[in-house]
């Protein structure tokens, strides 16, 4: 059994940083690939950012490349978000995942892409 915990959510003012982390466990975990989505009150849980596991080979939303940057420590089984520049409409839940399966990048973005998910971190972003 797999498991996702995200940490490092929180309240910040519009232009700060965040940096959220999501540590696996779980004795046969080896992902393929590893990502962020998050969800904001009323909308649809959307792609933030991936990365594959063995290459580190990264992926980003339009509206997030450039100020966050996906990373991920093999050894520790663990995946950062670092998040500058943030503002008031990055205010979501954040969740990690993980994909099991054999990576493709055509499913990268795709929430039906992910076979593990955590619970969510909220990041509340003030004007």
């Known amino acids: 059994q797999v498991q996702l915990v995200e940490s490092g959510g929180g309240l910040v003012q519009a232009g700060g940083s965040l940096r959220l982390s999501c540590a696996a466990s779980g004795r046969t975990f080896s992902p393929s690939a590893m990502g962020w989505f998050r969800q904001a009150p009323g909308k649809e849980r959307e792609f933030v950012a991936a990365i594959t596991w063995s290459g580190g080979r990264t992926y980003y939303a339009d509206y997030v490349k450039g100020r966050f940057t996906i990373s991920r420590d093999n050894a520790k089984n663990t995946v950062d978000l670092q998040m500058n520049s943030l503002k008031p409409e990055d205010t979501a839940v954040y969740y990690c995942?993980?994909?099991?399966?054999?990576?493709?990048?055509?499913?990268?973005?795709?929430?039906?892409?992910?076979?593990?998910w955590g619970q969510g971190s909220q990041v509340t972003v003030s004007s």
């Open positions: 995942a993980a994909r099991r399966r054999l990576f493709s990048p055509g499913w990268a973005s795709h929430i039906d892409g992910y076979d593990y």
